[in-house]
């Protein structure tokens, strides 16, 4: 009898533990925060195959590997970004603090390696420096194709020393070869000088002027943005404001003696290795920490223009 009741007993237990796992399984409905993605382990291997080609090249021309916090201070972003700019006024993430610190997750990474090269004393050291980086940041914006709100960053910086042609143009080269390697089809550089900043602070007034004469032709975010950060309405793709930007002055035309030989012998050094490059004399950066060679990759199919890299 008593074995009997065993048998029974352990099979109500199992019944029980069936009725728990699938009451639980009905539960978990949690997903990936809107914008961001699991990583699974397929994703991982082609991720590592592109790191390890990328690590490759970047350290073929001297770069060395750095990484920095996930979170920085607000005021990082606000002085080297600029306040203006749409990253600071409406990407931010900002992160709950016990203190008083106003800490973002990184939007971008420049800002940071730059923070991490003058904390650690790095500019006393022979210059430049170079380094390269493949991290995480994090941006609040409408998810697209082609953009989330985490997103994988890989980039270059050379700073301090002399401003040499040489550093634009090996960035370039090797983010060339590195998009190239990955066979997705013919692979072009657009490319431009914004100048130094006496370059661009001139520039920007002759462009705002022209702006004024079209403003009731232009949408509502380059009003905005022709009174706070005015090379951003160059980046606008409103259709309206594409045809009012035919005739906008160009910043090529405006660049002093200094900036002009500067970008002539970046384009000289791409030409002897036979980088095929387009000029895109309305190519801009809105952020403030750009200065002279600005660039875009991208891979060019019969209609088409899908981005890849920018700089």
Not at 88 to 106: I, N
């Amino acid at each position: 009898m008593s074995k009997e009741k065993k048998r029974v007993n352990i099979s109500a237990k199992k019944s029980t533990k069936k009725v728990e796992v699938t009451s639980l399984r009905k539960k978990i409905t949690f997903q990936s925060p809107r914008g961001m993605h699991d990583i699974l382990p397929g994703d991982w291997q082609i991720l590592a195959k592109f790191y390890n080609r990328a690590t490759e090249i970047l350290e073929f021309y001297g770069f060395s590997r750095i990484e920095t916090p996930i979170a920085e201070e607000r005021d990082l972003f606000v002085r080297t970004v600029g306040e203006h700019t749409d990253m600071v006024e409406k990407q931010m993430y900002p992160l709950k603090s016990k203190g008083r610190e106003d800490l973002v997750l990184r939007p971008e990474i420049t800002a940071p390696v730059v923070r991490s090269y003058l904390e650690h004393g790095m500019h006393r050291l022979p210059q430049p420096q170079k380094f390269y980086y493949f991290s995480q940041a994090f941006r609040y914006e409408k998810p697209q194709a082609g953009r989330f709100r985490q997103f994988w960053q890989i980039g270059a910086e050379t700073l301090g020393g002399e401003s040499d042609p040489i550093h634009d143009a090996q960035i370039i080269i090797a983010f060339y070869k590195l998009i190239e390697d990955l066979k997705l089809g013919n692979v072009v550089v657009g490319i431009n000088s914004i100048g130094g900043a006496n370059d661009r602070q001139n520039y920007k007034k002759k462009l705002v002027d022209y702006y004024r004469k079209h403003s009731k032709e232009i949408c509502k975010d380059c009003a905005r943005r022709i009174k706070t950060n005015p090379l951003r309405v160059l980046d606008c793709k409103v259709k309206g404001c594409q045809v009012v930007k035919e005739d906008a002055p160009i910043i090529l035309d405006n660049l002093s003696s200094i900036s002009k030989a500067h970008f002539k012998q970046v384009l000289e050094f791409l030409d002897e290795l036979s980088i095929p490059y387009i000029l895109k004399p309305n190519l801009v950066r809105g952020l403030d920490y750009y200065n002279r060679t600005v660039f875009e990759i991208y891979v060019a199919e019969e209609g088409r223009e899908d981005l890849s890299l920018v700089g």
